[in-house]
């Protein structure tokens, strides 16, 4: 079993990103990415304030915008006209969840198609569907990246995602299909209404399981050399540990880790890499390749 080090390739690809900022600036390019965080999540918080370490680290401006809980729609969808008409922000995200009374959906097709660095627009949707240049959403473009990085081959591959997100799922199936590399593989996308998960898991040679259940994956779900790949992270109590938690993902690692061929821990594994699948996002905005 081979560990896929996530936290060790996100360092490569910063990097590289750091050369190629220099050389945007060097043409008076700045790249600039705002992030709006609504609410006081502590999830999110966190999140963002990942997100803006990973930018100073690169050398891309980061701006954050805050708002309570209760703002308005209406104020919320303001601010986004106002970013996306400042030609000096090339990226902008829109940290999720959102409080109840806001329209996700109309939150995130207000962001202009050009500045949607996290790939969630229906353009940029459409365009990594058709195999067009795009903003690939962050998660499964660092998964790709891992996978490129570990030389792991795709073609032929049998590859099963478990959950069907927008986010992830749902993208990840479709990029791990194009005739490209990675990817050439038969896919199969399942979800919690699939008959017998458990066998169509153990056919898997490529198992990426993003269903939100800690440690939902056990052995007897993974074929003996499997490449699997873990998005969830969750928090469970730990008493023998002095925050009183641990992190785990939806895979039980110490059981899956018996069987597979690779596998990415929890954490250190896919998290990192999404952060900085963000970054080249905007260095991409920034250079004007995609738009």
Request: glycine share 8%.
């Amino acid at each position: 079993m081979k560990l896929i080090d996530g936290k060790m390739v996100a360092e490569t690809i910063k990097e590289q990103l750091k050369k190629e900022v220099i050389e945007l600036i060097d043409k008076d390019i700045n790249p600039h990415l705002v992030a709006i965080l609504v609410g006081d999540d502590g999830a999110s918080q966190t999140y963002v304030a990942s997100k803006q370490k990973a930018c100073q680290e690169v050398g891309i401006l980061s701006t954050l915008y805050t708002f309570n809980s209760d703002v308005s729609e209406e104020e919320l969808l303001n601010t986004i006209k106002f970013l996306n008409e400042d030609d000096e922000i090339h990226g902008m995200i829109v940290q999720l969840p959102l409080p109840k009374h806001i329209n996700i959906e109309k939150v995130m097709a207000s962001i202009a198609p050009e500045k949607d660095v996290d790939g969630f627009h229906a353009m940029n949707v459409g365009r990594m569907a058709l195999g067009l240049p795009s903003y690939l959403p962050a998660t499964p473009n660092g998964i790709m990246e891992l996978i490129k990085h570990y030389k792991i081959e795709t073609e032929g591959k049998h590859c099963v995602v478990i959950g069907r997100s927008h986010i992830v799922g749902l993208p990840m199936s479709i990029m791990m299909g194009q005739k490209n590399y990675p990817g050439n593989s038969t896919v199969t996308l399942c979800h919690s209404k699939t008959p017998d998960l458990k066998s169509v898991a153990a056919s898997a040679d490529i198992l990426i399981v993003a269903i939100g259940q800690p440690e939902f994956v056990k052995a007897d779900m993974v074929k003996e050399g499997a490449v699997v790949i873990d998005v969830g992270i969750h928090r469970i109590p730990d008493e023998t540990k002095k925050s009183g938690f641990r992190l785990v993902g939806d895979v039980d690692f110490n059981e899956v880790s018996q069987k597979c061929s690779f596998i990415t821990p929890v954490p250190g594994g896919v998290g990192p890499m999404t952060i900085v699948s963000l970054m080249m996002n905007t260095v991409k905005a920034a250079s004007g390749v995609v738009y």
